[in-house]
């Protein structure tokens, strides 16, 4: 498989510099060429298959050419070692549970999956590569567990002093080997302006070979569609339809669903339920991308005013918003809503969602009531409800019992270094470091 730019269609890059780029000098974002279609045969089987089977599978029929069996499998392998239940809901309503990795969000499947695939393309290589992320909680506790103990691999995360919670903190710091955490006395931005100015300068960039291993790195994309063939392939005997709903913010989750569509997964729709960043559904009424400031909501992993994803979307659709409408549907709500979510769910249902799952579930609820068709809807829990405690304990008034990978952080203690918002302090730490 060869991969292009959204900016250039004309130039083709491999999987490996797609993966260790990350991003194309172009300011786009990478594509796969074309999307090869899954065997007839396999759809048919698949609901007799394990997720690691229907990976392998997918990944083979899309990367098969770039990269062999034997490693494929062996990523997979380590990467996907936890559980992928759907339950079962109301009769027509399904959830699949995306958060039974080591940081009970879905950002495990990306991360992990990026990390294998990454550790293969710097083993036979004579320099380390030093992964350099700013984080302001979630992605950078993902991305430490992920290439936690790789071989050739550094990686050094910036996070906010004091702006992340207590258990994040220690999602980031608690690793050591290699893995550094930098804590920085200021703002994510001042983070993400120090890993670019990192990436950006002359004497670091001859030192140290860098990569960002960010969200928007195709890597964390790909795995993120297996789940989508899992999760359709449960229901397939059922004769119905099914339709996805997926909670977005930059998009990423949803797009992957697009790749499995794209390789013949008979999904018929995809709600992107959002909160008030209601930008892409704004955008599939209107026509009109119009991006502005994020607003704070209890669903924060989705408070994004300027969807990453966006331009992959575009290029699926080739900028036809009539197209995208045709295979997704918009959905938005405001706190208010999320909150009656959560506590209608779990009474009357007696399912806990976090704010992101009861954003998907009202999309999806919303849905189901406009289309009474024989449909089998799915929503996406992106997120153990105790990685939201607070919010969910207040709007339930029930206690949540942490989860073991959790519960065992809060008796261990972190190492983080003091880092200023300096550049030049941060330029002297990387070339103090042995590489
Ligand atoms: C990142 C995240 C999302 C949003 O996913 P996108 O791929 O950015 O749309 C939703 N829920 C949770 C819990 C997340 O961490």
Do not use: D, K, Y
């Given at each position: 498989m060869k991969f292009y730019s959204t900016n250039n269609k004309n130039k083709f890059y491999s999987l490996r510099e797609a993966v260790v780029k990350g991003l194309p000098e172009d300011k786009g974002l990478f594509m796969p060429a074309y999307f090869p279609p899954l065997e007839n045969k396999f759809l048919d089987d698949?609901?007799?298959?394990s997720f690691s089977e229907t990976s392998l599978h997918t990944a083979k029929t899309l990367l098969g050419d770039s990269i062999g069996e034997p490693v494929l499998e062996r990523i997979i392998r380590d990467a996907f070692d936890f559980d992928l239940p759907l339950k079962q809901i109301t009769d027509n309503i399904y959830v699949l549970e995306l958060f039974h990795g080591p940081t009970l969000a879905f950002k495990d499947f990306g991360a992990r999956f990026m990390a294998g695939l990454m550790e293969h393309y710097v083993q036979d290589s004579a320099r380390k590569l030093t992964i350099l992320v700013a984080t302001s909680g979630d992605t950078g506790g993902a991305v430490a567990n992920a290439f936690y103990g790789k071989e050739g691999i550094e990686v050094i995360i910036l996070y906010p002093e004091g702006k992340v919670s207590g258990l994040q903190e220690k999602q980031l710091t608690t690793y050591g080997r290699n893995i550094t955490a930098l804590k920085v006395s200021g703002t994510f931005d001042d983070c993400q302006r120090l890993v670019k100015a990192a990436f950006n300068d002359q004497t670091v960039a001859a030192k140290w070979w860098l990569?960002?291993?960010?969200?928007?790195?195709?890597a964390r994309l790909i795995p993120q569609s297996f789940y989508y063939v899992y999760g359709w392939s449960r229901l397939a005997s059922s004769g119905k339809k099914t339709v996805f709903s997926v909670p977005s913010g930059n998009f990423g989750n949803l797009t992957a669903g697009l790749f499995a569509w794209k390789m013949g997964?008979?999904?018929?729709r995809f709600v992107a339920s959002t909160n008030v960043n209601d930008i892409v559904p704004q955008y599939l009424i209107s026509g009109n991308y119009r991006p502005k400031p994020s607003m704070q909501t209890l669903s924060n992993a989705m408070d994004v005013g300027d969807p990453s994803n966006f331009a992959r979307l575009q290029d699926i659709f080739k900028g036809d918003v009539s197209a995208m409408t045709d295979t997704i549907s918009g959905f938005a709500c405001n706190d208010r809503m999320t909150s009656n979510a959560i506590k209608e769910v779990s009474s009357r249902y007696g399912y806990l969602p976090d704010p992101h799952g009861a954003v998907a579930f009202l999309g999806l609820q919303d849905y189901l009531e406009k289309n009474k068709r024989d449909i089998n809807g799915i929503f996406l829990?992106?997120?153990?409800p105790a990685k939201f405690a607070e919010t969910v304990e207040k709007i339930t008034g029930t206690r949540i019992v942490l989860p073991e990978p959790l519960a065992r952080l809060e008796n261990q203690t972190g190492n983080s270094v003091p880092m200023s918002t300096s550049f030049d302090d941060f330029k002297a730490f990387l070339m103090s470091c042995t590489s």
């Open positions: 698949a609901n007799g298959l990569s960002s291993a960010n969200s928007i790195n195709i997964v008979p999904v018929s829990e992106t997120a153990h």
